[in-house]
C-alpha cells in the first residue's frame, strides 16, 4: 500500500511543515530536476485537473505550475482574476466547494492569505499558495534549492535579504531560513524592518535549527561573511503609489558590486525572485529613469549580469519545486517517513 506523510495536506506556508519535510521536498526536487533533465516520465498525476486562480498576475508561478502539472501528467486550468468571483459575487466558501468537486488540486496567487486557508479548509483537496501578501512558500523551495546546488548544503549558510525587510519574500526566507538552520540576515531601513510577530516566528525556529536571525541597517553588518545575496522588486504589487518614497528610501540597500565586495566571499551568490529592476528595458525602468534619474532600481546591471547571478537558475528552479510539492500532496508516492 502507498503511504505518503504529505498526501492529501496544502502547502499554504512554510511554518506548516517541518524541517525534515521542507529538506525532503528540495531534494524531491532536485531528484524531478534530474529525471526532467535526462527526459525521464513522471506521470505521478495522470488524469488529475488542477484549477489555477490568479487574482494577481504571473509570469514564473504560472509557466512553473502549468509546465509542472503537464509533465506530471495533469490537466491544469487557468482561470483570471475576471473568472473567478472570490468574496465579490460567490463566496470563498462556495467557490471552493465547487471548484473542489470538479479538480483534483487548487493553486492560488493573490492578495489574502485568509483566501488560500478558506480554499483549504473547504474544497476538501490540496491547495497550494502560489503568492499572497503574506508568503510565498513555493519560492522558497525554489529559493533553497538553488542555494543548496551552489553550497551543497544549507545548514550554516548565511543568507542576506537587502531592500523591503517586510514583504512576503522577506517574510517567507526569514522564516523558512530559520526552519533549515540558514542565518537569515534581514539589510532594510528601520521603517521597513519585517513586522514582529514573524520576527519572533523566527526567533522560535532559530532557537531549535542554530540559525541566527539579524535584522539591521547597516550594511558592514549585515553583509560581511554572506553566502547569499537576495533582493526582490522595491514596490510589491498594489503598491505602486509608493514609487517615489522607496526609491528615496531603498537605495543605500540595492545590490551592487560594492555591496557585493563587502561580503568578502569570492564563492557568493545573487538570488532575485524577479522581475528586476536592473535596466531601462521595461516600461516601469523607463518611467523611473525619467521621473527619478536612476537607471537600474533594486540591483545594479553589472551585479544583475555579472558571475555571482543566479536568478534564472532560482527561476527554473519554481517548475521542478512546484512540480514536487503537487507531486508529494496529490501522487501516489511512498513516503514512508520523514
Not at 139 to 158: C, I, P, R, S, W
Not at 284 to 304: L, P, Q, R, S, V
Amino acid at each position: 500500500m502507498t503511504t505518503s506523510v504529505f498526501k492529501g495536506r496544502s502547502f499554504l506556508a512554510e511554518k506548516d511543515f517541518t524541517r525534515a519535510e521542507l529538506e525532503w521536498l528540495i531534494d524531491f526536487s532536485a531528484f524531478l530536476k534530474d529525471l526532467k533533465k535526462r527526459n525521464i516520465a513522471h506521470r505521478y498525476l495522470e488524469g488529475k485537473n488542477i484549477a489555477l486562480l490568479f487574482e494577481k498576475t504571473s509570469t514564473r508561478t504560472r509557466a512553473a505550475f502549468t509546465t509542472a502539472a503537464i509533465d506530471l501528467g495533469a490537466h491544469p486550468e487557468y482561470l483570471g482574476k475576471n473568472d473567478i468571483q472570490l468574496g465579490k459575487k460567490e463566496s470563498v466558501e462556495d467557490t471552493a466547494k465547487v471548484l473542489g468537486r470538479m479538480f483534483d488540486g487548487i493553486e492560488f496567487r493573490g492578495f489574502d492569505q485568509g483566501v488560500v486557508e478558506d480554499l483549504a479548509k473547504y474544497s476538501g483537496v490540496p491547495v497550494w499558495n502560489g503568492l499572497t501578501d503574506a508568503w510565498h512558500p513555493t519560492q522558497m523551495l525554489a529559493d533553497y534549492l538553488t542555494v543548496k546546488e551552489n553550497f551543497g548544503k544549507l545548514e550554516g549558510l548565511t543568507l542576506v535579504y537587502c531592500g523591503d525587510g517586510r514583504n512576503n519574500v522577506a517574510n517567507s526566507l526569514l522564516v523558512t531560513g530559520a526552519i533549515l538552520g540558514v542565518n537569515v540576515h534581514i539589510f532594510a531601513p528601520e521603517s521597513l524592518f519585517p513586522e514582529k510577530e514573524v520576527v519572533e516566528l523566527a526567533e522560535k525556529y532559530a532557537k531549535e535549527s542554530g540559525a541566527r536571525i539579524v535584522i539591521t541597517d547597516d550594511a558592514d553588518k549585515a553583509v560581511k561573511g554572506a553566502d547569499v545575496l537576495y533582493t526582490d522588486v522595491w514596490v510589491s504589487m498594489g503598491e505602486e503609489d509608493k514609487f517615489a518614497e522607496r526609491v528615496a528610501l531603498l537605495q543605500p540597500y540595492q545590490i551592487n558590486m560594492d555591496l557585493v565586495r563587502k561580503a568578502e566571499n569570492e564563492n557568493l551568490i545573487i538570488l532575485h525572485c524577479l522581475p528586476a529592476f536592473h535596466d531601462t528595458e521595461t516600461e516601469y525602468g523607463k518611467k523611473i529613469a525619467e521621473d527619478f534619474g536612476i537607471n537600474e532600481m533594486e540591483i545594479t546591471d553589472e551585479a544583475f549580469r555579472s558571475k555571482y547571478a543566479r536568478q534564472f537558475d532560482q527561476a527554473e528552479n519554481r517548475m521542478h519545486t512546484i512540480k514536487a510539492v503537487m507531486a508529494a500532496t496529490l501522487g501516489e508516492l511512498f513516503i514512508p517517513k520523514v
